[in-house]
């Protein structure tokens, strides 16, 4: 079901979406009249630039892939391991600049000829790390309870990579997929997106840039540990919370707002969507739990929408910290998020009549 001049990156294109190294992040023009100065600092220490420095244990300690793990009673399964019935592939969609590597999910269950809705995904990570495969279980959860095609996207990451790079990577996917859904198997016709803590910001904008660019706005939106807002200190939970967070604090806060949005104003649409005209705005599935920083600004956005007449489920699970759906079996607050989305979403995506 899938064409397989999509399973390569074709000739001639790049992956955009694959690390690498630029020189962009911390270049010194060698005329710059502080070069005595910077050679100084690097005979000190390396690398040079403070950004260099916070974004290394960011990027090296994100997940802990590779760290000593104690006591084994405390990993948790994989997703293959929760989710098994799903088969997961790697395709490469084009985008503006090149390809964007994305994984596929879909039910195992399914026959091989249906056309299943479609479910664009985007990995959390702050703007700045992060990749599909961190997020398998909750693509593989969402794939196999809504039997719907998962389409993980990968995008550029800031700092290297500011907004709005890794926005137009995920919006490229998603247009991307609205208009050639067939070709991985999907139904376009049925199609929601997205995303846990800042991939639930770009599922967030999505609809609003898409109704901007006059693409296909979509049917709904799945916000995990919903982040719509970059005026963080404006909310009485952000202030209660952040500064001795756990999961989620007011230094990596300041730290992301600042390598995403170096040049961009907070309040921009694409960037704080809460701030956007929610005119029209698709059924939102908000999931966030009450001990997450960003708690009051995930419910302040449930209310804009209701007030622009869209409709808004809501799931705030008492205790929960950001990110209490990520990893299987840990919290039963994770299985009732998915239930909810499964529930919600089956109407829409699986109605008789499309």
Not at 5 to 29: K, N
Not at 238 to 265: H, K, Q, W
């Amino acid at each position: 079901m899938v064409d397989p001049v999509l399973r390569q990156i074709p000739d001639g294109m790049v992956d955009i979406t694959a690390p690498q190294e630029i020189d962009g992040l911390s270049y010194i023009d060698p005329n710059d009249p502080a070069m005595p100065m910077y050679r100084v600092i690097a005979n000190n220490r390396q690398p040079v630039a403070l950004r260099d420095m916070m974004i290394r244990p960011v990027r090296t300690g994100y997940i802990g892939t590779g760290a000593p793990k104690p006591d084994p009673a405390l990993v948790p399964p994989t997703g293959e391991e929760a989710v098994p019935d799903v088969d997961v592939s790697e395709v490469y969609l084009p985008i503006e600049g090149g390809v964007a590597r994305c994984q596929l999910y879909r039910p195992e269950n399914a026959p091989p000829d249906a056309t299943l809705p479609v479910i664009v995904y985007y990995h959390g990570g702050g703007f700045t790390v992060g990749s599909s495969e961190d997020t398998d279980f909750i693509a593989r959860k969402l794939s196999h309870s809504n039997d719907a095609l998962v389409v993980s996207a990968n995008y550029r990451l800031a700092p290297e990579f500011p907004f709005p790079a890794p926005f137009d990577d995920a919006m490229g996917v998603y247009k991307w997929v609205a208009e050639n859904a067939a070709r991985l198997g999907g139904d376009a016709r049925r199609i929601a997106v997205g995303g846990d803590s800042a991939g639930s910001n770009f599922a967030a904008a999505v609809p609003l840039r898409a109704r901007d660019e006059e693409v296909r706005v979509p049917d709904a939106v799945i916000l995990l540990g919903a982040f719509t807002d970059f005026h963080g200190e404006r909310w009485e939970s952000f202030m209660r919370m952040a500064p001795r967070g756990i999961v989620y604090d007011s230094a990596f806060f300041g730290f992301i707002r600042g390598a995403y949005l170096p040049n961009t104003e907070w309040s921009h649409p694409w960037a704080s969507p809460i701030e956007g005209d929610l005119t029209g705005y698709p059924l939102a599935i908000v999931a966030t739990g009450t001990h997450d920083p960003i708690i009051d600004s995930a419910r302040a956005f449930g209310d804009r929408i209701r007030s622009y007449g869209g409709r808004v489920v809501e799931y705030y699970p008492e205790g929960m910290p950001h990110g209490f759906y990520f990893f299987p079996g840990v919290h039963a607050e994770e299985a009732v998020a998915f239930r909810v989305v499964a529930e919600t979403l089956r109407p829409l995506l699986w109605d008789e009549e499309t």
